[in-house]
């Protein structure tokens, strides 16, 4: 999806998260939101005679939620313009460098050019400096190239979103401050594209300025080259010089000075100098070759990259919110299968069982629990999925807490589910008949960390990761970022 598109999804997101019950978004809008865009998507999908799309259903949802919120909270729709780049920055910041440029009082004095102090040289000689800085940030950031976010940026977004969750006022204060700081750390890539772009191009533009005022300015005046220095002598300066403008020399095809003529130019040896006509020739063509066209390729490649991230906008469907989402466009329900080992889950834990599969994929989600299987009889694995029956998007190993894991047979069921099925796999412990057991014992909290200790232990042997969580009243949340956890790594160990 593009920026646009992306900045409100992103906002209607932060929205339904921060308030999940209801609020300004009931769930009767959502629900509408959600079949009204699966209508329109495959409708306008079919008039185009293209293949509908989930991206697209998501974007046309958010749309269809953002105008509902506009209606009724007019403020949200400038909470998402607030974070919407304005174009005419983009032209008014290289304008204004080359008006700076042009219309400064002096490059050089009106008289004289110092060629050894020239203002162009500063010119140069800043940019260059700019060069070797980007040159040794790409060489050395690793962690950017790696598309990791270095630490300096995750502690400025976490510092600007308790400043912002500090600041925000009234019922969506709390999305407005998610929405921005979710948005500051997405487009962190997009945005320093862009920025260079404009940097690189107001440079570029600064240079061209200091150019034209001084040839403008050389039609009314005579400018006197020349040249003074406490420390240095004619073949230093000429050094200096050669290393600078030889390039530009052999464009233009002209010699650069020798020693004994830039030693005559001496304003402190009695010299009158020169007219300037050719160092200012020379001078111009080293700022164009070290600064224009360097700077102008170097916002040209900054542009094709904001281009790309403007047009393709890194937000994946695969996090938990937007597989909720997507259970209004899935042809089938989402389906969860659960096989318990040497426990029968009392009704209530299969009621949060179902709770903690909606919350992770929806509404529209089939829980299939499996006839549990006995202890020593994990060889012996009901099939994965009945005849013709699509396969399950998620397989859950479900375990009690108040068991003693041991590898010869709760590792060996955990190994035999994972054979039999291509999903992903999730260990789940229920805790709920365990600190029944444990009532209010003193030791009860000891004695449930070594239990989880003893089972995260066994799974990790396995590769993968375990779901602690109290069945009969479970923390939606947590549980969920577990079990994403265990979709992102998928049934295979890490």
């Known amino acids: 999806m593009n920026e646009a598109v992306a ?47 989930a ?72 940019n260059l400096a700019v060069y070797l800085w980007l040159l040794g940030r790409w060489a ?54 862009r920025a260079g772009r404009v940097l690189h191009v107001s440079a570029a533009f600064l240079a061209l300025g200091a150019i034209a005022g001084l040839y403008v300015r050389g039609l009314a005046f005579e400018y006197r080259a020349g040249w003074e220095s406490t420390f240095l002598d004619a073949n230093a300066v000429h050094a200096i010089l050669a290393f600078f403008l030889a390039p530009a020399a052999w464009v233009v095809g002209q010699p650069l000075p020798g020693v004994g003529e830039i030693a005559a130019l001496r304003w402190d040896a009695g010299a009158g100098g020169e007219n300037a006509g050719r160092w200012i020739v020379l001078y111009t063509v080293t700022v164009a070759l070290a600064v224009v066209a360097p700077r102008l390729l170097l916002a040209a490649i900054a542009w094709r990259r904001e281009r790309a991230l403007s047009a393709c906008f890194p937000v994946s469907l695969d996090e ?40 992770l994929f929806g509404e529209d989600v089939r829980l299939w629990p499996e006839r549990p299987v006995a202890f020593g009889e ?35 069921f955990l190994d035999a589910l994972r054979a039999q099925s291509t999903a992903a796999l999730a260990v789940v412990v229920d805790e709920s008949p365990y600190r029944r057991r444990l009532g209010t014992l003193e030791q009860a909290q000891a004695r449930l960390a070594e239990r989880r200790q003893a089972w995260s232990g066994l799974a990790a042997t396995r590769g993968l990761r375990t779901v602690f969580a109290d069945l009969e009243a479970p923390d939606l949340a947590a549980a969920e970022r577990d079990l994403e956890a265990c979709l992102s790594q998928g049934a295979r160990p890490a």
């Open 7 to 53: 900045r409100e999804v992103l906002f209607v997101r932060a929205v339904e998260t921060a308030d999940a019950s209801g609020g300004p978004l009931t769930r009767d809008d959502r629900g509408y939101a959600g079949r009204a865009a699966a209508e329109l998507v495959r409708w306008q999908a079919a008039d185009r005679g293209e293949k509908a799309t």
């Open 378 to 412: 994990e060889d012996g694995l009901p099939a994965e999925a009945p005849a013709g029956a699509p396969a399950p998007d998620l397989v859950i190993a479900l375990f009690n807490l108040a068991s003693t894991p041991e590898t010869e047979n709760h590792g060996a």
């Open 55 to 126: 991206e697209a259903f998501v974007a046309k949802r958010a749309e269809l939620l953002a105008a509902r919120l506009a209606e009724r909270v007019p403020a949200s729709r400038r909470v998402v313009d607030a974070l919407r780049w304005r174009p005419w920055i983009g032209v008014a910041l290289p304008l204004a460098a080359l008006a700076i440029g042009v219309v400064a009082e002096h490059v050089a004095d009106r008289r004289h050019v110092n060629i050894l102090a020239f203002p162009l040289l500063g010119l140069v000689v800043w």
């Open 320 to 359: 938990p919110y937007f597989r909720r989402v997507l259970g209004g466009w899935r042809e089938a329900p989402a389906r969860v299968r659960a096989v318990a080992y040497a426990y029968t889950p009392a009704q209530a834990a299969t009621d949060g069982l179902q709770r903690l599969a909606a919350h």
């Open 140 to 193: 050395f950031d690793a962690p950017a190239r790696a598309g990791r976010r270095p630490g300096g940026l995750r502690q400025f977004v976490a510092g600007a979103r308790v400043s912002l969750a500090a600041r925000a006022r009234g019922p969506l204060a709390g999305a407005y401050a998610a929405f921005a700081t979710d948005w500051m750390q997405r487009a962190a890539p997009l945005v320093v594209a």
